[in-house]
């Protein structure tokens, strides 16, 4: 009688977990520390393979193009990895959390602003610099406030309002712009766009190509290539705008949670894609 194959498939229920899982191990590893870069890299990268090896033991019963975005941003996480890790950036760079003055008073935490006070913020130590923010004097030390740091990186939006952040970031309010206002409008927008993509996906469910979401079902599937060239053209960009509307949406709720957390000041916080009259050039477009 063979032997049966060899499976490293978790339970169901880790494996829909597997994304969550895939962030923990990230964040432990950098808690650790460079000071131990042997110890967590033989631990920490066995785990990341395992759980990415995930991906082949999913049951999928959802849309294709769901299935697709998700193993997209395994592998992000993957990459992540590599960046925080292997090559220890944070550390080596001292990635810190930009603070605006009066952040302090807002949150209620009542810190000390003197000129030249250090005091310990969001797992870096940090002194009063320039006009309008505190610079860095190097990552704090101890597991808890390197848990804090981790957790902070996992959870930012491509690093908007960190020191690490990519050049063209556009400013669309002030550091001391009202937080309730802020959420008010990010609500509307998220309202907004929450309709848009349901237009978008009612319209192109009626057409004879069927919605992406349930092509799946469509038998036999219409395809576009029989279709003149203005019908390809007009229904790229309905689908060009249906992405565009869905991450539109996603980032004001993020925007709206991070904010009324207070995790993040609402210059951190600018629409996905900026200013759309600004996308005239590659070098223009920041997101």
Not at 187 to 212: E, N, Q
Not at 249 to 258: K, P
Not at 271 to 287: N, T
Request: with cysteine.
């Amino acid at each position: 009688m063979a032997a049966s194959a060899l499976s490293l498939a978790l339970p169901p229920l880790l494996i829909h977990l597997q994304l969550p899982l895939l962030y923990l191990n990230n964040i432990l590893a950098l808690a650790i520390g460079p000071n131990h870069h042997l110890l967590r890299l033989s631990i920490s990268l066995p785990i990341l393979l395992f759980l990415v090896s995930q991906s082949l033991y999913r049951e999928w019963g959802g849309t294709w193009g769901n299935h697709y975005a998700m193993n997209c941003l395994v592998l992000s996480v993957v990459f992540t990895y590599v960046d925080w890790i292997l090559l220890s950036s944070p550390d080596k760079e001292a990635w810190y959390k930009i603070r605006y003055y009066g952040d302090d008073k807002k949150a209620g935490t009542g810190r000390a602003k003197e000129k030249g006070k250090a005091v310990e913020d969001d797992g870096a130590v940090v002194k009063k610099g320039a006009e309008k923010e505190r610079v860095v004097v190097g990552p704090a030390a101890g597991f808890p406030s390197r848990l804090w740091w981790g957790v902070r990186l996992a959870t930012t939006s491509r690093y908007v309002g960190w020191s690490c952040q990519v050049k063209n970031v556009p400013v669309e309010v002030d550091p001391d712009y009202p937080r309730l206002l802020f959420i008010a409008r990010k609500s509307l927008r998220a309202i907004l766009f929450y309709f848009l993509v349901d237009i978008a996906h009612a319209y192109t469910a009626a057409s004879p190509h069927g919605a992406w979401a349930g092509i799946a079902s469509l038998k036999p599937p219409v395809s576009f290539v029989s279709y003149p060239f203005w019908h390809r053209f007009w229904y790229s960009w309905v689908h060009i705008f249906l992405t565009y509307a869905s991450l539109e949406q996603a980032n004001a709720v993020y925007g709206i949670m991070s904010v009324a957390t207070g995790l993040a000041n609402p210059r951190d916080c600018p629409s996905m894609f900026g200013d759309l009259k600004e996308l005239v050039s590659v070098r223009k477009a920041w997101s």
